[in-house]
């Protein structure tokens, strides 16, 4: 995690989102295990962003974690109240009243996380007794002075499944994993329209809230890494290869350099700091 955090500290808006169908481990890639024995992304990420903060003057650390279900967003860290997504004149996404707190150890950060993801959705599909039926977002938000100097997002995917997934179960758990592969979907329209070898103009990040809400991991001064989680399962075998192509897909990706010009507002501050330094 550590090249992907001194990118954040550099002034980029950094992204790691978890990609694979039900069952194959996002969550626990994202979360480790819950007695903390294994570190997930969320661990790691903690200790490096608090090791760093001590060479900086000045920076502090807020998190918020919220969650999409079908097409709306909930904060959990406030028992799941409701928030909005709405876009500023700049054309930067703004999550409207949602929780960020102040933390500044890698324990409170912990407790934090394990408080919003008991509020987190799921259900039982075909695949998996307890599958996650939304996507998690959590945002290491670093801030100087109260203005953004960065952030550092995590997305834990909901689960990529086919209809035959759902067949054993109830009507809402069909509906829940259409919402899902609706979005998915959108996502990879994004991330074709992103690519430089396509010749075209409009990128659709409107197509869903998932993909409104991390517009900004794309374009501007930002990084984004994807992991593709994949199950060994024999039974498995189509979806495995849906997500390694998928993947491959995006290793490829040339991100438009004309993109490098956009959704920049908050970069002044960030070059300022990295001047005084």
């Excluded at 994202?30 to 000045?58: K, P, Q, W």
């Excluded at 993909?211 to 039974?235: E, H």
């Excluded at 290793?251 to 001047?275: A, T």
């Amino acid at each position: 995690m550590l090249p992907l955090v001194s990118e954040t500290f550099k002034g980029a808006k950094t992204t790691c989102f978890a990609y694979g169908q039900t069952g194959s481990g996002k969550t626990f890639t994202m979360m480790g295990t819950s007695d903390g024995s294994v570190s997930g992304m969320y661990t790691l990420a903690a200790y490096d962003i608090i090791e760093l903060l001590e060479a900086y003057e000045g920076l502090e650390l807020y998190i918020s974690f919220y969650e999409i279900y079908c097409g709306k967003l909930y904060d959990l860290l406030n028992k799941r109240g409701q928030i909005e997504c709405r876009e500023d004149a700049k054309q930067r996404v703004n999550i409207v009243n949602l929780t960020e707190k102040h933390v500044e150890d890698v324990e409170t950060i912990m407790e934090t996380i394990h408080e919003g993801l008991k509020c987190r959705t799921s259900g039982t599909t075909g695949a998996n007794a307890e599958s996650s039926r939304s996507h998690a977002i959590l945002t290491f938000s670093i801030k100087h002075g109260g203005k953004l100097f960065s952030k550092m997002s995590f997305i834990d995917l909901a689960g990529s499944e086919r209809g035959a997934d759902t067949i054993d179960t109830g009507k809402k758990t069909k509906q829940d994993g259409a919402e899902i592969n609706k979005s998915l979907l959108a996502l990879k329209e994004c991330i074709r329209a992103l690519d430089s070898a396509s010749k075209k103009n409009h990128l659709p990040f409107r197509g869903s809230k998932l993909t409104q809400v991390l517009k900004d991991s794309f374009m501007g001064n930002s990084k984004t890494t994807m992991i593709a989680n994949v199950s060994p399962a024999l039974t498995c075998c189509e979806p495995t290869l849906n997500t390694l192509r998928y993947a491959d897909r995006v290793k490829e990706m040339k991100k438009d350099p004309s993109l490098k010009s956009k959704l920049q507002g908050g970069d002044e501050l960030s070059k300022e700091l990295m001047l005084a330094r």
